[in-house]
């Protein structure tokens, strides 16, 4: 309607109808106080806006943004995984559940869900989901970035979306030849992963299954360029073997 928009997030049809989010800034046009926008469509042509579907919490972890995320089913339930973005230039992971309209939706008290990084890891960047069910758990990649080697794609697997356990790096980019100016940056952030299926459409990924996978990433390079990348590879226990 007015102001700033970018990254279309948590796309979904539900009862026929089309749900689009979207990162927004009602106020300026201008990327800061970011909000999560809701379209509506019949046709992904002709839309009609709803209701602000999420807002930034003065004192959450979230006061500085609600940024970009996706939406999933469990079981029934709409829940949106998002990245909160504090005032202290923190970003965390977390949730907020829908009605079934998709119109109303309110914040889980818990967040954010995922505090940090991990531990072990000396990372450059941590925002940006990618969620799916695999073997009866959930699981996720975040965008990241390892310092030193490159880009990465972290993975997580949780059994009810709040509680979750880090797997290691399902990616990381080699950087080594040339520096981290090279194809695989210094951050990757907009990640999806999915499997490519022997008919040529995609499913979610299932590792172990023979199927090609591909992860798709924004790498920011040394000069803060932002580049999109297709890997194709292979998905095996934890661990995302490029090709």
Not at 163 to 188: H, K, N
């Amino acid at each position: 309607p007015a102001g700033w928009l970018n990254d279309p997030n948590g796309a979904a049809q539900r009862d026929g109808v089309y749900h689009l989010f979207y990162q927004y800034n009602p106020h300026a046009p201008a990327h800061a106080s970011i909000h999560w926008g809701h379209a509506v469509s019949r046709d992904l042509v002709r839309w009609t806006d709803r209701p602000i579907a999420l807002r930034p919490d003065a004192d959450g972890p979230d006061a500085a943004g609600c940024w970009s995320g996706v939406l999933v089913d469990d079981g029934g339930r709409p829940v949106i995984v998002y990245t909160g973005f504090d005032r202290d230039w923190r970003t965390t992971t977390c949730l907020a559940y829908g009605d079934a309209t998709l119109d109303v939706w309110e914040k889980d008290p818990r967040n954010p869900v995922i505090p940090a990084p991990p531990d072990d890891l000396e990372v450059t960047a941590f925002r940006d989901h990618c969620v799916w069910r695999e073997g009866g758990a959930w699981r996720q990649v975040i965008g990241s970035g390892v310092v030193g080697q490159g880009g990465a794609a972290l993975l997580y697997e949780s059994d009810d979306l709040v509680s979750w356990r880090a797997l290691g790096p399902l990616a990381v980019g080699d950087a080594l030849a040339g520096g981290p100016e090279e194809w695989t940056g210094t951050v990757w952030e907009c990640v999806d992963f999915f499997r490519l299926r022997t008919d040529g459409t995609t499913a979610a990924p299932e590792g172990g299954s023979g199927d090609p996978h591909v992860l798709i990433f924004s790498a920011w390079d040394a000069m803060h360029t932002l580049h999109a990348h297709v890997a194709l590879g292979r998905y095996e226990g934890d661990r995302f073997l490029i090709d």
